[in-house]
């Protein structure tokens, strides 16, 4: 009678036993992963967690990790928690929480690299130093060298500030010197720039002197545009249709030559009623935009002044 009625509670207890024997983690007094082992569980831990849909698939993998893995990376054996994991897999799992997700995918795959190195044949020191000798064999080391003679200089100068005026002002000298030099600089390089515009500024008479000095020139500057455009000479072809447009109307007498006149004071000569007045203004600031200014120069626009050179009435346009 006693022994029908424990049969039950002894299979119930074996059945029991045999579902918590199933799904118990690998505890850390297991044997030691091998480094391919623990690279593969990281893969498929990795590969569950980069799909949103995987939550229980990713918790069922950790749930195989024990608290503390241990994995025998040659020479030494590493020992890696998986608390934190463990943590943000359940709040993915459970509250859905997607930052825990992306948090654990990203020390997973840092992990990941990790152990990878642990593959890696060690180098050897002789290949260490021939390594270190070949990069400052480098061109970008060969010039490298110590303290020179101004760097002795600028320290010396600081020790004698130093001394003087103790180590508290050198900060402060040390930004006056900072902004004198910035304020050098500034001065350099607003001089260059006014050399260059004057520089420019003379250039520009002397090229547009020599082939325009009558109203009958308009077919040369044509011609030269032309010529510049077949060459992929887009600036000056640009440049020469501008002329043409200016030579066109003088020859139209809307006014008499002077080639002291800027583009803006060519634009006034015309009168408000003039039909032309739109198309030299567009002719003029695809001109000056070009030529002054750092506009693009390419074949649509010296097309567009072609066309607006066509609606001042140039034939040959």
């Given at each position: 009678?006693t022994g029908s009625r424990s049969g039950p509670w002894l299979r119930a207890l074996v059945s029991v036993l045999a579902v918590a024997g199933a799904h118990t983690p690998i505890g850390a007094s297991d044997s030691p992963l091998p480094v391919a082992a623990y690279i593969a569980r990281l893969d498929a831990l990795a590969s569950a967690l980069e799909d949103p849909g995987t939550a229980a698939r990713a918790a069922a993998l950790v749930h195989e990790l024990p608290d503390i893995l241990s994995v025998e990376?040659?020479?030494?054996?590493?020992?890696?928690?998986?608390?934190?994991?463990?943590?943000?897999?359940?709040?993915?799992?459970?509250?859905?929480?997607?930052?825990?997700?992306?948090?654990?995918?990203?020390?997973?795959?840092?992990?990941?690299?990790?152990?990878?190195?642990?593959?890696?044949?060690?180098?050897?020191?002789?290949?260490?130093?021939?390594?270190?000798?070949?990069?400052?064999?480098?061109?970008?080391?060969?010039?490298?060298?110590?303290?020179?003679?101004?760097?002795?200089?600028?320290?010396?100068?600081?020790?004698?500030?130093?001394?003087?005026?103790?180590?508290?002002?050198?900060?402060?000298?040390?930004?006056?010197?900072?902004?004198?030099?910035?304020?050098?600089?500034?001065?350099?390089?607003?001089?260059?720039?006014?050399?260059?515009?004057?520089?420019?500024?003379?250039?520009?008479?002397?090229?547009?002197?020599?082939?325009?000095?009558?109203?009958?020139?308009?077919?040369?500057?044509?011609?030269?545009?032309?010529?510049?455009?077949?060459?992929?000479?887009?600036?000056?072809?640009?440049?020469?249709?501008?002329?043409?447009?200016?030579?066109?109307?003088?020859?139209?007498?809307?006014?008499?030559?002077?080639?002291?006149?800027?583009?803006?004071?060519?634009?006034?000569?015309?009168?408000?009623?003039?039909?032309?007045?739109?198309?030299?203004?567009?002719?003029?600031?695809?001109?000056?935009?070009?030529?002054?200014?750092?506009?693009?120069?390419?074949?649509?626009?010296?097309?567009?002044?072609?066309?607006?050179?066509?609606?001042?009435?140039?034939?040959?346009?």
């Amino acid at each position: 009678m006693t022994g029908s009625r424990s049969g039950p509670w002894l299979r119930a207890l074996v059945s029991v036993l045999a579902v918590a024997g199933a799904h118990t983690p690998i505890g850390a007094s297991d044997s030691p992963l091998p480094v391919a082992a623990y690279i593969a569980r990281l893969d498929a831990l990795a590969s569950a967690l980069e799909d949103p849909g995987t939550a229980a698939r990713a918790a069922a993998l950790v749930h195989e990790l024990p608290d503390i893995l241990s994995v025998e990376g040659s020479p030494r054996r590493f020992e890696i928690p998986i608390t934190l994991i463990r943590r943000d897999v359940h709040a993915w799992e459970t509250a859905h929480d997607e930052a825990a997700r992306r948090r654990v995918l990203r020390q997973v795959r840092t992990m990941r690299t990790e152990a990878a190195r642990f593959e890696e044949p060690a180098i050897a020191p002789s290949a260490e130093r021939a390594l270190l000798t070949g990069i400052l064999d480098g061109r970008e080391f060969r010039d490298a060298h110590g303290p020179t003679w101004i760097d002795r200089l600028r320290q010396r100068a600081f020790e004698l500030i130093a001394s003087l005026f103790g180590r508290s002002a050198i900060p402060t000298i040390g930004r006056v010197l900072v902004y004198g030099l910035m304020a050098m600089a500034a001065v350099v390089a607003a001089l260059a720039a006014l050399r260059f515009i004057r520089r420019n500024g003379a250039a520009e008479p002397i090229r547009l002197g020599a082939p325009a000095g009558s109203p009958a020139d308009w077919p040369f500057w044509l011609s030269e545009a032309q010529a510049a455009a077949a060459g992929g000479r887009w600036r000056d072809a640009i440049h020469f249709t501008y002329w043409c447009s200016i030579t066109f109307l003088e020859k139209t007498r809307a006014w008499r030559p002077d080639r002291a006149r800027t583009p803006r004071e060519y634009l006034r000569l015309l009168p408000s009623s003039s039909d032309d007045g739109a198309a030299l203004l567009a002719l003029t600031r695809r001109f000056e935009l070009v030529w002054y200014g750092q506009a693009n120069a390419d074949a649509e626009a010296f097309t567009e002044s072609i066309a607006h050179l066509k609606k001042l009435g140039c034939p040959a346009a």
